[in-house]
């Protein structure tokens, strides 16, 4: 059972272009919400997260929306740059995350110069 | 502070033998985490901590074994090592004062033929 479903599984994007990502939970005792971006070789480093009682969370050029209605969360990527190629995993805990984070399958953005 | 380390880096294993992945944090962290990840399929947990002497099981439990004596410490066992357990696994910790915020080691890659 897969309580968190991540789209796409690869997404190709223009330098300079806007990269989105898309994930749904199920499970509507989640309370925090983070996003972490891995490198190859690398472990998983956070990248922004958000709790349900904002719609918006920005930080620099990375943006997370959040709809707690449709429970949905998404990931957009301003002005993208080819270093921000990489794998990006959306996640959820509850409870401050003491039984650890669901994680989607995970995005291979490929961001092309 | 050197966050959250692991070793080996990487280890190739025969088919029943046994080994232990070190982990270890400098964060003063209560939670620690234990994940797996295979190729397409994130990050899929495996034992976690909320302290020295408290462990339980995750998702994806069978085949290993944990102990925390210690805060820093959260070594992860395999007992009859089988090709099912190839994978990069990933050491976190976290803290309920930080937001459940996980911080990630670099991992270990294990190959077991």
């Known amino acids: 059972q897969q309580q968190v479903k991540q789209s796409p599984q690869s997404l190709i994007v223009q330098k300079g272009g806007i990269s989105i990502i898309n994930c749904a939970y199920e499970n509507t005792a989640f309370d925090y919400f983070p996003w972490y971006q891995q490198f190859p070789g690398k472990g998983p480093a956070l990248l922004i997260a958000?709790?349900?009682?904002?719609s918006e969370k920005k930080e620099g050029r990375f943006t997370i929306s959040f709809n707690k209605s449709a429970k949905q969360f998404s990931l957009h990527i301003m002005d993208s740059q080819p270093g921000d190629s990489a794998t990006y995993f959306c996640a959820a805990h509850s409870g401050g995350g003491a039984d650890g984070l669901t994680f989607g399958k995970g995005t291979h953005l490929i961001i092309q110069p | 502070n050197a966050g959250v380390t692991q070793t080996p880096k990487f280890r190739i294993l025969k088919i029943g033998q046994s080994m232990t992945l070190q982990c270890a944090q400098d964060?003063?962290?209560?939670?620690m985490y234990w994940y797996r990840q295979d190729p397409g399929m994130g990050l899929k947990l495996i034992y976690y901590s909320v302290g020295a002497g408290i462990t339980d099981k995750g998702e994806v439990p069978n085949g290993y074994n944990v102990s925390r004596s210690t805060t820093e410490d959260f070594p992860l066992r395999l007992e009859l090592a089988a090709p099912s357990q190839t994978s990069v696994y990933f050491c976190?910790?976290?803290?309920?004062?930080?937001?459940?915020?996980?911080?990630f080691g670099p991992g270990t890659r294990l190959t077991v033929t």
């Open positions: 976190a910790s976290g803290n309920v004062r930080e937001g459940g915020e996980q911080y």
């Open positions: 958000i709790r349900p009682d904002v």
């Open positions: 964060m003063n962290h209560n939670y």
